[in-house]
């Protein structure tokens, strides 16, 4: 699945902008500043070491290397990396996890017998 | 895409590079991303989507042509080269493109308008003061 079409550019909330409410889309985010609300992609999300996200997050890719709180659903990869919190959460079909991560939460892994059954 | 300033003097806002980069501490949402809303901040914002809501920025606003904006917009410096209905108050000045259609209010120190722009609406021309344009903040979401 190709969302991204060759001239569309990675969307970026910046270190000092804030979104309270929701986003959806198809487009890949990168988030150095501050979301509080719902985040609903058909793409991928990349929260930086300053990006802090409250909010429940549904996206193909997800990259936390800062910090989230809420419930994180990546359809296909989620990746928290040494620097990353998650407080909350998550399911996923595959998890890539650093040492020094923090998270608090449930896990929950998206087998292709359950996906089957969500769609 | 073309920078709405296109060869515009040099004083002009650029949000964007010309090569299509950012400059660091740019937001930008591009044209497939929907915001239903508050967005804050001190940082130059480029929006192609779809907003709804309120923006209160401390910065530059560019709204490209794709875009789209249902709400209240404040910012220091604002370029229009999309769709708007609402209030919008520039501080510093406010440029409205050739394929700008605006439904609303404006409020604006400086006020430039290209050939082609429409506007529909109540113009105000002054000093603006953010205290009497400030937003009131969206009734809070009851959080998941």
């Known amino acids: ?119 | 895409m073309v920078s709405l300033w296109g060869k515009e003097k040099k004083d002009n806002p650029t949000v964007m590079r010309k090569n299509g980069h950012f400059k660091d501490g740019c937001t930008y949402l591009g044209k497939d991303l929907n915001v239903k809303g508050i967005i804050l901040g001190n940082d130059d914002l480029r929006i192609d989507g779809f907003v709804e809501g309120k923006l209160d920025l401390d910065g530059e606003l560019e709204v490209g042509q794709t875009a789209s904006i249902e709400g209240d917009i404040i910012a220091r410096v604002i370029a229009v080269g999309g769709k708007i209905n609402g209030r919008i108050s520039a501080m510093d000045k406010l440029r409205l493109e050739n394929t700008a259609r605006i439904k609303g209010t404006i409020n604006t120190a400086s006020l430039s308008v290209a050939e082609g722009a429409l506007f529909n609406g109540e113009m105000k021309m002054g000093p603006v003061k953010r205290e009497a344009i400030k937003p009131n903040p969206l009734p809070h979401k009851t959080n998941p």
């Open chain 1, 1 to 119: 699945m190709n969302t991204i079409t060759s001239n569309s550019k990675k969307s970026i909330i910046s270190r000092n902008a804030k979104i309270e409410g929701e986003i959806k889309g198809s487009e890949d985010i990168v988030v150095e500043g501050s979301i509080k609300g719902t985040i609903q992609l058909n793409g991928d999300v990349l929260v930086e070491n300053s990006g802090v996200v409250e909010a429940n997050v549904e996206a193909n890719n997800i990259v936390i290397k800062g910090k989230v709180i809420g419930t994180v659903t990546a359809r296909e990869m989620l990746a928290i990396e040494s620097s990353g919190k998650l407080f909350g959460d998550f399911s996923s079909s595959s998890v890539n996890i650093k040492e020094g991560a923090l998270i608090e939460g449930h896990s929950h892994m998206i087998t292709s017998a359950n996906k089957a059954e969500s769609h």
